[in-house]
T-cell receptor
């Protein structure tokens, strides 16, 4: 059973377009992280959200944690080729217990 | 964020040999580190939790005698793939937790077993 469902699995868009990636679960998470990973490298943390309904912005990226802390979304405005990569959401079930459950990832390709 | 290094970044070995991968925390004393493996175009799969000074905790389905983990100091954890086979070829990534639930990842090690 995949505890965190990520969609879409693959997204190919043109530079300047907007996009949203979703991370859904039937389980409640104490916190949720979003990472970006480039080929041949380890994931790099983008953001951690911990409060239901929380919205965080990182330049052109907007992250939202659902009110019930079961889902999250990542919205990218005016995507650029440098945004290309694998986006992973990961949730922690219990606060302070660090084992993370990862979604399957969304591969984003932004073409010039 | 924490700075995590891995060595080697890539390794090619013959089937039947053992390979050791090091994970170092460069700026933080980590009592807990994590080891993941990742197949091409797939997500990360947690293999084990490495605890400093004690035995690692392995996830279900991961052979502890095949993947030996040693966390001998607060800045170093090692993963040894014993008697490697081609199906062990993968991208191995370590991480550490530095406050809260967020993990910081190393750059990964690409293992190819011929």
């Amino acid at each position: 059973t995949q505890l965190l469902e990520q969609s879409p699995q693959f997204l190919s868009i043109q530079e300047g377009e907007n996009l949203t990636v979703y991370c859904n679960s039937s389980s409640v998470f104490s916190s949720l992280q979003w990472y970006r990973q480039e080929p041949g490298e380890g994931p790099v943390l983008l953001v951690t959200v911990v409060t239901g309904g929380e919205v965080k912005k990182l330049k052109r990226l907007t992250f939202q944690f659902g009110d019930a802390r079961k889902d999250s979304s990542l919205h990218i405005t005016a995507a650029q080729p440098g945004d290309t990569g694998l986006y992973l959401c990961a949730g922690a079930k219990v606060r302070g217990y660090s084992t993370l459950t990862f979604g399957k990832g969304t591969m984003l390709l932004v073409s010039p | 964020g924490a700075v995590v290094s891995q060595h080697p970044s890539w390794v090619i070995c013959k089937s039947g040999t053992s390979v050791k991968i090091e994970c170092r925390s460069l700026d933080f004393q980590a009592t807990t580190m994590f080891w993941y493996r990742q197949f091409p175009k797939q997500s990360l799969m947690l293999m084990a939790t490495s605890n400093e000074g004690s035995k690692a905790t392995y996830e279900q389905g991961v052979e502890k005698d095949k993947f030996l983990i040693n966390h001998a100091s607060l800045t170093l954890s090692t993963l040894t793939v014993t008697s490697a086979h081609p199906e062990d070829s993968s991208f191995y990534i370590c991480s550490l937790e530095r406050g809260g639930d967020t993990q910081y990842f190393g750059p990964g090690t690409r293992l190819t077993v011929l």
